[in-house]
T-cell receptor, first 114, second 115 residues
Framework: AQKITQTQPGMFVQEKEAVTLDCTYD???????LFWYKQPSSGEMIFLIY??????QNATEGRYSLNFQKARKSANLVISASQLGDSAMYFC???????????FGTGTRLQVFP | DAGVTQSPTHLIKTRGQHVTLRCSPI?????VSWYQQVLGQGPQFIFQ???????GRGNFPDRFSARQFPNYSSELNVNALLLGDSALYLC??????????????FGPGTRLTVL
């Protein structure tokens, strides 16, 4: 079975600063993918970034980067130069080839202040 | 290109009633998944359909059912509604091109309230 753990229920960051959202995972499947989604108060889950288990380099997408440490089973999301619009819930999720589904963590609420 | 669309956006039902939620995937996507998100929690997997066949089912009672149509759109049906079914229901689509993992793109969700 797969599991995602997000230990930070809430985080605060000042505008223009960087912030790291933690995510640890557990799976016995050697082939898996890690995803981060942003969920504003409107409810829609917005895909941010993906990291495959066999990818050698950490994924980056604009201001988002994924700090993938396979030995520690962690996949932290780094948001650089935070903006007020980054205030939202952030979910880490894992998907494996054999399960046809995503397993989500409990999320971290990020609040960006001026 | 249009993203995943869901209808209705909001729905209020009473206990014991039946509800049908609808989802249209991104053009070219053949896989549709349904998730339930209760307030304060992460989404929980309900079903996945690919090429009109059920490919995965989460730990939900038989009151929950779904189907996928030839145009790859999908319906989620919930019978005999309970108060605990109140949640945001999210639909996601993916290409499912046989890679180890597949990015799922979500719609705006249907917020169901059961009174």
């Amino acid at each position: 079975a797969q599991k995602i753990t997000q230990t930070q229920p809430g985080m605060f960051v000042q505008e223009k600063e960087a912030v790291t959202l933690d995510c640890t995972y557990d799976t016995s499947d050697p082939s898996y993918g890690l995803f981060w989604y942003k969920q504003p108060s409107s409810g829609e889950m917005i895909f941010l970034i993906y990291q495959g288990s066999y990818d050698q380099q950490n994924a980056t997408e604009g201001r988002y980067s994924l700090n993938f440490q396979k030995a520690r089973k962690s996949a932290n999301l780094v948001i650089s130069a935070s903006q007020l619009g980054d205030s939202a819930m952030y979910f880490c999720a894992i998907g494996t080839y054999n399960t046809d589904k995503l397993i989500f963590g409990t999320g971290t609420r990020l609040q960006v202040f001026p | 290109d249009a993203g995943v669309t869901q209808s209705p956006t909001h729905l209020i039902k009473t206990r014991g009633q039946h509800v049908t939620l609808r989802c249209s995937p991104i053009s070219g996507h053949k896989s549709v998944s349904w998730y339930q998100q209760v307030l304060g929690q992460g989404p929980q997997f309900i079903f996945q359909y690919y090429e009109k066949e059920e490919r995965g089912r989460g730990n939900f009672p038989d009151r929950f059912s779904a189907r996928q149509f030839p145009n790859y759109s999908s319906e989620l049906n919930v019978n005999a509604l309970l108060l605990g079914d109140s949640a945001l229901y999210l639909c996601a689509s993916s290409q499912r091109i046989a890679e180890a993992t597949d990015t799922q793109y979500f719609g705006p969700g249907t917020r169901l309230t059961v009174l």
